[in-house]
């Protein structure tokens, strides 16, 4: 097994030369329940193969850290059309709902937690929480709205400043 | 496939370091590829995060996620990637000397 990328320790363990990514700042912007989880798995799996991870919550996506919504996420079943539910059905009362449970087990078999306890383990796996001033304002939010994990509001020109060396996501 | 010679014994492992068989694993070896990984000494705590690596893989054919790893062990995350910096669920995987575990959380 001998390539460019890589070389052979003389115990005989590989080793990858490559050039990792180390740093990760991910925005997530919307605030249903398929529009949070891709941010929160990728920023999760960051930290997992110790990659450094900042998480920048916008707009809608702040009702994933807001204490009295961040549990009542719902799937959007109207304007989505790989939900494959026709428009009309889809604005029926109760569909988003019933849309919502059965991904929520579908995650739960799959080992995915709740919103609140994904953003937790996040947290406790040492990725920073950071609320978007400019949205935060609009919505007439304080810090005290937010989960404690959110370590900050912060402006969108300390936003850069933290994704220095960083790899920008946008969800 | 390569080779490697971990305490005295030649292991195969895969490109990432891997161990392919871990029935060839033991507790020298762990201690060895520890060391590699640049944990110096295993404590009890390493050992029961490592002993369940390899239960689950028994039991299942895949590594733990980071989620069972800390509700089945009590081992909070936080600490998780203290005993094993920088990614716990792989480390912790390449010591116990099962394959990488294959999920995303």
């Known amino acids: 097994m001998n390539n460019t990328d890589t070389q052979t320790l003389p115990n005989g363990i590989p080793q990858i030369k490559s050039q990792p990514i180390e740093k990760v700042s991910i925005i997530i912007s919307r605030g249903s329940l398929e529009g949070v989880y891709p941010g929160l798995i990728m920023a999760n799996g960051a930290r997992m193969e110790g990659i450094e991870a900042t998480l920048f919550f916008t707009f809608f996506g702040l009702e994933a850290i807001t204490n009295n919504k961040m549990d009542n996420l719902k799937v959007a079943t109207v304007g989505n059309p790989a939900m494959h539910i026709p428009t009309l059905v889809g604005g029926l009362p109760g569909m988003s709902a019933f849309a919502t449970r059965k991904m929520k087990q579908q995650m739960e078999e799959l080992d995915i937690p709740p919103v609140r306890e994904f953003i937790e383990m996040i947290h406790d796996s040492g990725a920073d929480i950071y609320a978007c001033k400019a949205s935060v304002d609009m919505f007439r939010l304080t810090k005290e709205d937010f989960c404690p994990q959110v370590a900050d509001i912060i402006s969108v020109g300390q936003f850069y400043e933290l994704s220095e060396k960083a790899q920008i996501i946008f969800t | ?105």
Not at chain 2, 20 to 32: G, L, M, P
Not at chain 2, 37 to 65: A, F, V
């Open chain 2, 1 to 105: 496939m390569s080779t490697a010679t971990i305490a005295q014994k030649t292991i195969e492992v895969d490109q990432e370091g891997f161990m392919k068989d871990h029935t060839q694993w033991n507790e020298d070896i762990a201690r060895e590829l520890a060391k590699l990984e640049g944990i110096d000494e295993l404590t009890d705590r390493h050992w029961k995060i490592i002993r369940l690596m390899r239960k689950e893989y028994d039991e299942k054919g895949d590594g733990p996620s980071i989620r069972r790893l800390t509700k089945e062990s009590g081992v909070p995350i936080k600490e998780l990637y203290q005993l094993f910096p920088k990614g716990p669920a792989k480390k912790a995987a390449k010591i116990a000397g099962i394959p990488k575990p294959t999920g995303c959380i």
